[in-house]
């Protein structure tokens, strides 16, 4: 498994080729759609193998607004929690990335609210949301870095990405932003 990480205080951050889904920090994000309801791609991934009950309790959450995010049990993850973000469905416009942001923040924000001290993300809108990766890696290594430097408290924060390209896209952008 390929692996690059950098430290921001007294938090590292990982870029990592992986399985999402396969994951043993606290919580792993789930890129989710409005009604939290399984899916295609990391979403798909994420509820066959948490199992059915993870559904059963994601439908008791009246859904996610684009930004926000929420948390559940992670059942048969090794993860203990699955945290639910929704990103945006990319436009091109400005707000894309504002959103993007969000989902990073609000994801993390929710983590520490939860008393976890590690995630582990996808590369959230990249998929179906058609978010193209060489944008939306800046802007969520921005996010992350900016968060972890406002709020201490995580010890790891991980990005896996399922294919060679996104990996390579996100170490990129990470040297580029966290070499400093």
């Known amino acids: 498994m390929a692996v690059s990480a950098w430290r921001i205080k007294d938090t590292t951050v990982e870029v990592v080729r992986g399985d999402l889904t396969l994951q043993d920090t606290d919580a792993i ?8 309801a399984p899916g295609g791609g990391v979403s798909g991934a994420i509820h066959r193998a948490a199992g059915p009950s993870l559904w059963e309790e994601c439908r008791t959450l009246n859904g996610c607004a684009t930004g926000e995010a929420k948390i559940t049990g992670g059942y048969n993850l090794k993860a203990k929690h ?7 469905v990319y436009s091109g416009s400005k707000q894309d990335a504002v959103l993007l942001r969000q989902c990073y ?8 609210s939860n008393g976890l001290e590690s995630v582990a ?3 959230i809108s990249t998929g179906i949301f058609g978010y193209p990766v060489q944008e939306a890696a800046p802007v969520a290594l921005q996010a992350v870095r900016d968060f ?3 709020n201490p408290g995580l010890k790891l924060v991980r990005f896996v ?3 060679e390209a996104d990996y390579d896209v996100y170490r990129d952008a990470a040297a580029g932003l966290f070499a400093g």
Request: aromatic residues 6%; neutral net charge.
């Open 161 to 163: 990405l399922f294919s």
């Open 121 to 123: 993300f996808p590369s």
């Open 82 to 88: 699955v945290i639910h973000t929704v990103g945006p």
């Open 105 to 112: 923040q609000n994801s993390l924000a929710v983590a520490l």
């Open 148 to 150: 972890i430097q406002d």
């Open 29 to 36: 994000v789930n890129a989710a759609n409005n009604k939290l």
